[in-house]
Nanobody
Framework: QVQLVESGGGSVQAGGSLRLSCVVSGDTYSTNYMAWFRQVPGKEREGVAAIYTGGPTTYYADSMKGRFTISQDNAKNALYLQMNSLKPEDTAMYYC???????????????????WGQGTQVTVSS
């Protein structure tokens, strides 16, 4: 079992920045990929960025490239998402996710992940 707890969400004006954190506990050695997703009411959960826990490989959704950066600190069992140049359309609940699988589908697909945090709300005002 893997437990995920996000923090760092909040309200910010357009153009501002936020840094989300996700603390991972439990069977952390079993995770292969970790990712950030976001969701707004009435829409499907959207992949934001993913990272291979054993190395530097990362994936980003096209709309986040150049603005968002995913990173990890394995010593602290933590995952981060640095979000810059935020836009009102970035407003969503952001979720941390962990996968113990071996791929076969996109690492930006929610179906690739079997552990989820409770989410942290990000609100960007214009």
């Amino acid at each position: 079992q893997v437990q995920l707890v996000e923090s760092g969400g909040g309200s910010v004006q357009a153009g501002g920045s936020l840094r989300l954190s996700c603390v991972v506990s439990g069977d952390t050695y079993s995770t292969n990929y970790m990712a950030w997703f976001r969701q707004v009411p009435g829409k499907e959960r959207e992949g934001v960025a993913a990272i291979y826990t054993g190395g530097p490989t990362t994936y980003y959704a096209d709309s986040m490239k150049g603005r968002f950066t995913i990173s990890q600190d394995n010593a602290k069992n933590a995952l981060y998402l640095q979000m810059n140049s935020l836009k009102p359309e970035d407003t969503a609940m952001y979720y941390c996710a962990a996968s113990t699988g071996y791929g076969g589908i996109s690492w930006l697909s929610p179906h690739a992940y079997n552990y989820w945090g409770q989410g942290t709300q990000v609100t960007v005002s214009s």
